[in-house]
């Protein structure tokens, strides 16, 4: 045959995602680091049984003074390790279904202005722009003001608040796929919209939301953090922000209390990164291997 | 002393040789050609020359650019050769050109750069070098965007800026590959002009040996980064020596070419590429296997019947009353420059685009009022292949998913039947069953048109719409894909609507030519007819454009054409 046939090699196949995860470096370290963290929340309640928000110890121990409060004590004579561990369970949670609800309504509403364009379109875009105008972490305060300040006003009041980035973003991504003759051809053949958007369109447009969303859980995580910070979040739920809030009035004195949850956000918000931009590269099909 | 002078040049990226061993020399007035295909270097040697190539690229051998070796010169001195003693001009006159500038601002700022002009004279010089490359309206589009500009001028523009130093060598690499035919002949000629005038050295970089007939002095023709014949124009022409050369000229499909699919087939080059050893080249007999002669259509009833079809977008009127038949069998030949509404009348022969009025009619039924399960049944046996292989082929997935998601859209339920028709359909456009499991970019240019027109025919379709599915190839993959379509045709009785901008390839390809221009059909014939008796004026222009053409010789022009000062 000509050039063009390839050499009758014995059946290859493209590796998974996963594997060409697996062999990313910056997304091992990131799904280590993140799975740590995960672990720590989940384990919370057995490593330390009890309410973390209970004073348990002398006031302003300093970490390795007592080893039984190996990170030390607050001024209410809190122990810090408790509190870091089960804020880690409150601000997961409040990051993961804020971000998932962010990218629920940002998708969907994104898919549909950009793929169908038009009236539509432009109503829902103009929708956008009303959540874009407003400074999202007030709208956040009043959303969060307005109902009580438990787990699913503040994940849902950050989820609102955070869409409009993902339907834009996706937006742009399907009015530029939709003219592609790969969707072309789909049409021609006769798929129906919905199998477009999933199938055609929505893989291609994944790579950017995924790293996206990395970034919004990170950012969910630091607004939580500002919330509690400024004394707006569950007062009845041990979170980083809050021990950062309190912290901050003995910084002089004891600053290891503002120092670890910080270290532990940025701990979260660096695996969250890395394993987005891993997430990106795998995602790639041009950077995945042909195992022949 | 020689303008340019290449001695061994050697450029590598990571571990793969891009150009290995290439030496020629280059003279002042001279126009050499360098011609091979996607992924032989020529690129790559430009961009060598030029200094353009990206960090990772690891150099060797010599670049004597009047004497003084490029390679080894500090890159201040190199800045200033580029843009002054060296002009490029690339490919896609689009994307070379900065939207948001005025092309004044853009022309002036290179003079700005090399010279010591002010604000003032330099305007008044870019304005003279638009007249030099016969922009219509000089003063008036030095104001003006890119996007204000058809392709054409926008090419033209490029050119003005690649000659406004007064370069004394200049590159052109594929210059006029994105253009129309018609479009393509007076770009070909304004540098042929520009060269003699200015007594340049012009390095011409192409894929079409059409081009180099009638434009370089002499060739060099490459493959996987080799030179394998460097011989003067008319030589190579006449006497090919490297049999790739023989096939390239025998591939490309030239104004004077006499061929068509129902006497020869074309030739196709074979490279056999052996490990350790030299690569070898042939070419494949271009004469059909026995009992593989194509029949010619009988000319039964239309199977697609268009009647005064109008349509268009807003308040533009794209296509005006067409009309046009496909016959069982037949391949009818649509030619038009881009423009022209080609693509959108394959968008509403699809459905994809509702008529305004007018009927198509498929197989005697107005696919109009298709519905549901009707329309499914319909689109089975209408398909597309289409220009891009690139962009024809969703990168997420995999050649058996392409296929079957197909497959089971249209109800094939069993699993084993599925395997069976996708083997099947894979042999008979000549790819690896081993394909299957393969992702599109794993692909070259020609193996992704051959997926694509898999998908196209793995529902057994009856028309295949081709909206240009050669003209984004190199010429002996379009050779090689010709001759699959062809092929294809007997073996399962498709009627082929075959779109090109390219008069050449509908010439080998149809039995039927139906010319178009701004939404109207003005000229139908055969191709035989349509080459000697044109009727239409538009016809002739389009005939006279193609490369090769028989043009009246252009006089040598005299020097006085220069309307500015030299040696600023």
Redesign the interface.
């Known amino acids: 045959?000509?050039?063009?046939?390839?050499?009758?090699?014995?059946?290859?196949?493209?590796e998974s995602v996963w594997t060409a995860l697996l062999r990313n470096p910056s997304a091992l370290i990131g799904a280590t680091m993140l799975a740590l963290v995960l672990t720590l929340a989940l384990l919370a309640g057995t490593l330390y049984p009890g309410d973390p928000l209970d004073m348990v110890a002398m006031p302003m121990l300093w970490p390795g003074d007592d080893p039984g409060y190996f990170l030390g004590s607050d001024s209410l004579g809190r122990d810090v390790a408790a509190g870091i561990a089960h804020g880690a369970r409150g601000s997961l949670l409040i990051a993961a279904s804020a971000t998932l609800i962010s990218v629920l309504i940002g998708g969907l509403v994104g898919a549909l202005a950009g793929y169908h364009g038009g009236k539509l379109g432009d109503v829902l875009m103009r929708l956008c722009e009303v959540f874009q105008t407003v400074p999202s972490f007030l709208l956040v305060i009043v959303i969060v003001a307005i109902g009580n300040p438990t787990l699913g006003v503040i994940a849902l009041a950050i989820g609102i608040s955070s869409w409009p980035t993902v339907a834009r973003l996706v937006r742009a991504e399907f009015r530029t796929l939709r003219e592609?003759?790969?969707v072309?051809?789909?049409?021609?053949?006769?798929?129906g919209n919905s199998?477009i958007i999933l199938?055609?369109i929505l893989?291609?447009a994944l790579a950017p939301l995924v790293v996206t969303t990395s970034i919004l859980i990170a950012q969910a995580i630091l607004v939580e953090a500002g919330l509690a910070f400024l004394g707006m979040s569950d007062p009845n739920q041990a979170s980083w922000g809050a021990m950062l809030g309190s912290g901050r009035e003995q910084i002089a004195s004891g600053w290891y209390l503002t120092a670890l949850p910080g270290l532990a956000i940025i701990f979260v918000v660096l695996a969250l990164n890395l394993l987005g931009d891993g997430l990106n590269d795998a995602l790639n099909?041009?950077l995945?291997r042909?195992i022949p | 002393m020689s303008l340019l002078d290449v001695r061994g040049l050697r450029v590598s990226y990571d571990n793969a040789d891009a150009v290995k061993d290439l030496s020629f020399t280059l003279q002042a007035g001279e126009t050499l050609a360098l011609v091979g295909e996607s992924g032989c270097g020529k690129s790559t040697t430009a961009l060598a020359l030029m200094g353009l190539l990206p960090d990772n690229a690891r150099l060797g051998g010599q670049v004597l650019f009047e004497g003084r070796d490029l390679l080894v010169m500090p890159p201040r001195q190199r800045r200033q050769l580029q843009g002054s003693a060296q002009g490029m001009i690339f490919q896609d006159p689009l994307s070379s050109l900065n939207p948001v500038l005025t092309l004044g601002e853009q022309v002036s700022e290179i003079l700005l750069t090399h010279t010591d002009l002010t604000r003032r004279q330099a305007w008044q010089r870019a304005e003279e070098l638009f007249a030099l490359v016969q922009l219509p309206r000089p003063a008036a589009h030095l104001r003006e965007y890119p996007q204000h500009l058809s392709g054409g001028q926008r090419q033209r523009v490029v050119i003005a800026m690649a000659i406004a130093c007064q370069p004394r060598l200049l590159i052109a690499d594929e210059p006029t590959t994105a253009l129309d035919v018609s479009v393509q002949a007076q770009i070909l000629e304004l540098l042929a002009r520009l060269r003699g005038e200015l007594g340049m050295g012009l390095l011409l970089i192409t894929h079409d040996l059409g081009v180099v007939g009638q434009h370089a002095d002499r060739v060099i023709v490459m493959h996987d980064g080799h030179a394998l014949e460097s011989r003067s124009t008319r030589d190579l022409i006449e006497h090919p020596q490297h049999p790739y050369s023989r096939g390239l000229l025998q591939a490309s499909l030239g104004a004077e070419h006499k061929q068509h699919y129902l006497s020869n087939r074309l030739a196709e080059i074979n490279v056999e590429r052996q490990p350790e050893q030299a690569t070898r080249y042939g070419v494949k007999s271009t004469l059909y296997a026995p009992g593989r002669q194509p029949r010619a259509p009988t000319g039964n009833p239309a199977l697609l019947k268009v009647s005064d079809l109008t349509t268009g977008y807003g308040n533009s009127t794209v296509l005006d009353r067409i009309s046009l038949e496909v016959g069982e069998r037949e391949s009818v030949g649509l030619v038009g420059e881009s423009g022209c509404g080609k693509s959108t009348l394959s968008r509403t022969l699809l459905r994809l685009l509702p008529a305004r009025s007018g009927t198509i009619e498929f197989d005697g039924r107005d696919i109009a009022s298709l519905k549901d399960e009707s329309l499914l049944g319909w689109r089975r046996q209408v398909q597309m292949i289409f220009q891009d292989p690139y962009a024809a082929l969703n990168p997420r997935h995999s050649v058996e998913s392409i296929l079957d998601r197909v497959q089971r859209l249209h109800g094939q339920t069993d699993p084993g039947q599925r395997q069976q028709a996708r083997f099947a359909v894979l042999d008979a456009v000549g790819l690896a069953r081993s394909s299957l499991a393969r992702l599109p970019h794993q692909f070259s240019g020609g193996q992704r048109q051959r997926i694509g027109i898999a998908r196209a025919l793995i529902l057994k379709p009856r028309l295949v719409i081709c909206d240009e599915p050669v003209s984004a190839l190199d010429v002996s993959t379009q050779a090689q894909i010709l001759n699959l379509l062809v092929e294809l045709r007997e073996e399962l009785g498709l009627s082929y609507l075959f779109i090109s901008h390219d008069l050449s390839v509908v010439r080998y390809f149809a039995d039927r030519i139906l010319v178009m221009e701004q939404g109207q059909i003005v000229e139908q014939a055969t191709p035989q007819t349509l080459w000697h008796s044109p009727r239409h004026p538009y016809t002739r222009r389009l005939l006279a454009a193609i490369p090769g053409a028989a043009a009246p010789e252009p006089a040598p022009q005299p020097v006085s054409g220069l309307r500015f000062a030299v040696g600023w």
């Open positions: 045959m000509t050039t063009a046939v390839l050499p009758n090699a014995p059946t290859g196949y493209s592609a003759d790969f072309t051809a789909a049409r021609s053949l006769g798929f199998a199938r055609e893989p291609n099909p041009r995945r042909y």
